[in-house]
């Protein structure tokens, strides 16, 4: 298992008591099963997959632009990419998790400090709102990545979970874990094994 796989596992069965069990993907299968299986009474219950984002340093290769400062200091700008990478990561996820008639969980562990739930409600849903003194401001800059590849698919995984991992070797009691609901059974799924309420 890959050490997001296992630092997932042992998160959710610290927090929740929730023992996931890696799907065996042996033979070459390119990544086509899902991650994990929630099993009880021998009975498959959910299905989920990971996605993960790694803390990333901004460089010109990757696309940041240098900024050089009256200061002396350098910092760094470019274009916000979440949106672009967060409905990859759902595109690729459905791709993986239609197969199974049993409901279906994303799990994304961001380790970035440059995203947050934010970014994937927004994208979920295609814009973001914020206030400016007494006016609401929509902002549709999520629409292209909302509305393109995932139009769909988004709507037919049941429950997004948020995990923002405080460090990797860190104590797994600091990561903040965000449940999203899209479908009734996913509203259920929070509750009944997350404690989750009034999440949809």
Not at 79 to 100: D, G, M, T, V
Not at 128 to 142: A, F, H, L, Q
Request: hydrophobic share 30%; with cysteine; aromatic share 12%.
């Amino acid at each position: 298992m890959k050490p997001s796989e296992q630092y997932v596992q042992r998160l959710l069965k610290d927090r929740y008591g929730i023992r996931l069990i890696k799907i065996d993907d042996d033979g070459g299968k390119n990544g086509k099963e899902a991650d994990f299986e929630y099993c009880e009474n021998n009975q498959r219950i959910f299905v989920c997959e990971l996605k993960e984002y790694e803390t990333m340093n901004p460089t010109e290769k990757s696309g940041w632009e240098k900024i050089h400062h009256s200061d002396g200091s350098i910092g760094y700008t470019r274009n916000c990419i979440a949106p672009n990478k967060i409905s990859r990561n759902i595109h690729k996820a459905f791709k993986q998790l239609k197969k199974y008639s049993e409901p279906k969980i994303l799990i994304f562990l961001n380790h970035y400090p440059g995203y947050d739930v934010r970014d994937l409600v927004d994208t979920y849903r295609g814009f973001c709102e914020y206030t400016v003194g007494d006016r609401i401001i929509k902002d549709s800059y999520y629409k292209k990545a909302s509305e393109g590849t995932i139009k769909e698919e988004k709507n037919q995984i049941d429950l997004y979970i948020w995990i923002d991992a405080s460090d990797k070797n860190g104590s797994l009691e600091r990561d903040e874990i965000y449940l999203r609901t899209v479908t009734d059974i996913g509203q259920d799924i929070a509750k009944k094994y997350f404690c989750a309420l009034d999440m949809k």
